[in-house]
Nanobody, 126 residues
Framework: QLQLVESGGGLVQAGGSLRLSCTAS????????TGWFRQAPGKEREFVAA????????YYADLVKGRFTISRDNAKNTVYLQMNGLKPEDTAVYYC???????????????????WGQGTQVTVSS
């Protein structure tokens, strides 16, 4: 069974940067689309970014486009989310998850995913 662990969160001032990591264990996830999601206090979880298994296709939510970059290193079983120009509204718990299909499949199905990890807290101060 694939297990995902998110890390790299922390407290940063507005305008700062963080790099999140999503590391898989249990089995390789090089064949999966991997996505990042976030949930702010009192708000619904939202789909932030995704990358196809081979890195050949990516998706970004409008709110993070131009500031966040998703990448993957399949040799390390890790997907990264580089976050630059952070804003207080980026404050949330960030989660990763996978889909065996395309980014489009993930976009349609992610609300039905049952298994979520602990996530990593990102706090951006103003």
């Amino acid at each position: 069974q694939l297990q995902l662990v998110e890390s790299g969160g922390g407290l940063v001032q507005a305008g700062g940067s963080l790099r999140l990591s999503c590391t898989a264990s249990g089995r390789t996830f090089s064949s999966y689309t991997t996505g990042w999601f976030r949930q702010a206090p009192g708000k619904e979880r939202e789909f932030v970014a995704a990358i196809r298994w081979n890195g050949g296709d990516t998706y970004y939510a409008d709110l993070v486009k131009g500031r966040f970059t998703i990448s993957r290193d399949n040799a390390k079983n890790t997907v990264y989310l580089q976050m630059n120009g952070l804003k207080p509204e980026d404050t949330a718990v960030y989660y990763c998850n996978v889909d065996c299909g395309s980014i489009g499949s993930m976009a349609r199905r992610w609300r039905d995913y049952d298994d979520w990890g602990q996530g990593t807290q990102v706090t951006v101060s103003s």
